[in-house]
């Protein structure tokens, strides 16, 4: 019991010292999209805004080196503030098993992947975004999904090989 009190009095403090947070003195907010494509650039990664066919809202269709990905706002519309951004990208490969998917899943605890329709592996990673943020705190992002990228692409080549290496127990 006195760890819940404990807890839960350490989360009503960090949210009011969030709330009560001074506004920065940039006007980076990664709520809002623009922002959010303004960094993945300065990141160095390559891409457009882009309108969804069903006309709600818009995405960028980006490329980290060779590997192509989108990255859309999520619980907003065009030009609002959002509470998520979702970042995905879809490879058009055939020979990856539930089992091993599972497997990279108890690898990656950020960045999900699921087999699709089509039976083609997705990587996802969605984190929360705030107005409080830097755009420091906000290219980790960026830095984590390109790492899972990099981890997925690795996976996907030799799937097996990366998860007896990498998952403890792990059997074909």
């Given amino acids: ?24 003195a940039d006007s980076f907010d990664a709520r809002r999209l623009p922002d959010l494509v303004a960094l993945a650039k300065d990141s160095g990664q390559k891409g457009e805004l882009k309108d969804h066919k069903s006309g709600k809202g818009q995405f960028f269709d980006g490329q980290d080196g060779e590997l192509f990905f989108s990255m859309e706002p ?3 519309a065009k030009g609002q503030t959002c509470k998520f951004v979702f970042f995905s990208a879809n490879w058009d490969q055939h020979d990856i098993t539930a ?39 906000v290219a980790l992002h960026f830095t984590r999904w390109h790492d ?14 990366f998860l007896k290496e990498n998952v403890d127990g792990y059997t074909p």
Avoid at 1 to 24: D, Q
Avoid at 124 to 130: D, E, K, R
Wanted: charged fraction near 20%; hydrophobic fraction near 45%.
């Fill in 1 to 24: 019991m006195r760890l819940r009190i404990v807890a839960g009095l350490v989360a009503l403090a960090f949210t009011t010292s969030l709330a009560a947070a001074p506004a920065r």
């Fill in 99 to 137: 089992k091993q998917m599972n497997g990279w899943n108890r690898f990656a605890l950020s960045c999900a992947g699921y087999l699709d329709a089509d039976n083609s592996p997705t990587l996802w990673y969605a984190p929360m975004v705030t107005g409080h943020e830097s755009r420091a705190d």
């Fill in 148 to 161: 899972c990228l990099g981890d997925f692409g690795d996976f996907l080549g030799d799937p097996n090989g």
């Fill in 74 to 76: 999520v619980d907003c």
